[in-house]
């Protein structure tokens, strides 16, 4: 993950998070986790720090967006606990994971502060401005 | 949070609790989730004081009071893991935030030791006692 | 907690494990969950040492018995994620609170190894070994 | 727990990913939960290394499968929290204590990385090259 593809999907994230009206937090994490760039807009919720940096931990590190963790890695998904590896994952949408043009994941992307669909569609346009 | 504020919650608070005739602590943080003040009542169980500081914390850093983080932040909630984010949080009641006249929060306060909604009621007479 | 407190508990605890045939850890721990005495059979399952420790802690914090506090600290129970607190606790029984004629907390004790019947009669009885 | 019968374990494990080709990681861990051998095997979701060895310290510390501790180590199993001790535990299928001729249990295998249900089955394969 080069700074200048995280530093693209900051930009248009936060384009995106102005359009919608809403003040969120985006990290962007290289493959194995490790922060590459991190943006927070003025008046966030402190909390979100922590959380957006581990939806795109939890993307980065198990190669699926953490929707689709979530549906696993909760009490009776069938993999209950799995949310407290690695630090502590993150079980509900937001966190992306950015994958080359071969489908190789090379990072993930998180995003908190607003509702979960829109902290989803956020980092969709995050993605989006790597193609 | 100036500590003339924290105070006076702190006081107005222990007041209450002596006329609910229970036995509580006391924890204010800033806006960061660091304590300004807290105080604990002579016999308390002493596992309630991470609990109040944590409730303080968790309303300041997600800009709701603990109650209503309560609602999401559990298993089936729509955000399960939340509670595990930023050092570990508190979902139930007894963390308020504290918000200046502009609505900003600038704060919170946490209380632990009785019945959550007794808990709940002697913060919100500590938040009284700002305005 | 006198250490001569706890050494008669914990050879009545295991007394009462070998009568019933089951290989346990017990700990002892003072009112601030600091342990004053620890055994552990040999065989037993190296996991339960931490578990019985949290045990008596769980009783000696939170003035209750863990089964009990597993009412209230678990997903649905009302203070869910207090499980999370203090380094974390015990939601399951095996751990007793301690108190002194007057009924003032001093203290807990834990047992863990046997099936959760089983370590709360054993931590009982190591309870009926002070009065 | 020898490292010849572990890395006897690793090979096997591996060999049966491969027909089975999934990506997976092994870990195998004495009796007191310390690491003896690992593998991961290349494309691996980095998440997965810390989950494998926990699957595996899992079962050297409770003396069971971790399928097996699933059922009591969740919500509403009876023993709710026990997967939040020993630094975190692993409540679903994949870790498998290792036992001697005698049935005592000197470590543990766990697999990461395909479904629960080929981890358990390339972990019982690793198994099955001890005997």
């Known amino acids: 993950m080069k700074l200048a593809s995280a530093t693209l999907m900051l930009s248009a994230a936060r384009v995106e998070a102005e359009r919608l009206g809403v003040i969120v937090c985006v990290s962007v994490v290289d493959a194995a986790g490790y922060p590459v760039a991190f943006l927070r807009m003025d008046g966030l919720a402190l909390g979100c720090i922590d959380v957006c940096i581990k ?77």
């Not at 998904?77 to 509900?92: D, I, P, V």
């Not at 994958?99 to 980092?123: C, F, K, L, Q, Y």
């Open 55 to 131: 939806k795109a931990r939890t993307a980065a590190l198990f190669h699926m967006d953490s929707a689709d963790f979530a549906r696993v890695a909760c009490p009776g998904g069938g993999a209950y606990s799995l949310e407290l590896t690695n630090g502590g994952l993150t079980s509900f949408g937001g966190g992306l994971a950015v994958r080359d043009r071969n489908g190789v994941v090379v990072g993930g992307i998180g995003v908190s502060g607003a509702s979960t669909e829109d902290d989803i569609a956020i980092g969709l346009v995050g993605l989006a401005a790597l193609s």
